[in-house]
């Protein structure tokens, strides 16, 4: 059973610090892996993609991938209390259906 | 917003009862998947159509079913329901197989 996993949380940081959050996969054959975030009683947004070893910048947000130590992780730069969400790392399965296989997600507290 | 519906908002249903969930996909995504989460947990993989037909299902039972219709739209249908069956039911439509999958507002399916 490949598997996604996340610590649940919450995370709490103070206003304007840096959040990271972070995610381990099992498969080894993982390429494309995904950070959404999701507002309680919402559906999860995509807020990053990535796909090759190294970081990717978007704003405040910065997704860095480590395919040899299975790893992902999701750093929140200047966090506000807005970015108080639950955080869901994705790993798309590379069978015949393309499948997300979710974590359960990190809790985010940003405190005022 | 990703342009991805669905409908109904919120259902409530009494066990062995059937249900119909309805999604309508960003146009030119040819491909639907449906997840199901479950309250502190994240989207579990039900379905995906590609084109209008199946291409991959994960661990739910075939009570579990749904269609893709050239319109972009498609539906979960889920028979026989069991209160486990209580969820957040999440479509995401893609503009192909590999891409990033958007996701709808989602349907709360309430089992009594």
């Known amino acids: 059973q490949k598997e996604v996993e996340q610590n649940s949380g919450p995370l709490s940081v103070p206003e304007g610090a840096i959040a990271s959050l972070n995610c381990t996969y099992s498969?080894?054959?993982?390429?494309?892996f995904f950070w959404y975030r999701q507002y309680s009683g919402k559906s999860p947004e995509l807020i990053m993609s990535i796909y090759s070893n190294g970081d990717k910048e978007d704003g405040r947000f910065t997704a860095q991938l480590n395919k040899a130590s299975q790893y992902v992780s999701l750093l929140i730069r200047d966090s506000q209390p807005s970015d108080s969400a639950t955080y869901l790392c994705?790993?798309?399965?590379?069978?015949?259906?393309?499948?997300?296989?979710f974590g359960s997600g990190t809790r985010l507290l940003v405190r005022p | 917003e990703t342009g991805v519906t669905q409908s109904p908002t919120h259902l409530i249903k009494t066990r062995g009862q059937q249900v119909t969930l309805r999604c309508s996909s960003q146009s030119g995504h040819n491909t639907v998947s449906w997840y199901q989460q479950a309250l502190g947990q994240g989207p579990q993989f039900i379905f995906q159509c590609y084109r209008e037909e199946e291409n991959g299902r994960g661990n739910f039972p075939p009570r579990f079913s749904g269609l893709q219709f050239p319109n972009y739209s498609s539906e979960l249908n889920v028979n026989a329901l069991e209160l486990d069956d209580s969820a957040l039911y999440l479509c995401?439509?893609?503009?192909?197989?590999?891409?990033?999958?958007?996701f709808g507002p989602g349907t709360r399916l309430t089992v009594l």
């Open positions: 994705a790993v798309k399965e590379m069978d015949s259906s393309y499948k997300l296989i």
């Open positions: 995401a439509s893609s503009p192909g197989q590999a891409n990033e999958q958007f």
């Open positions: 498969d080894r054959g993982s390429q494309s």
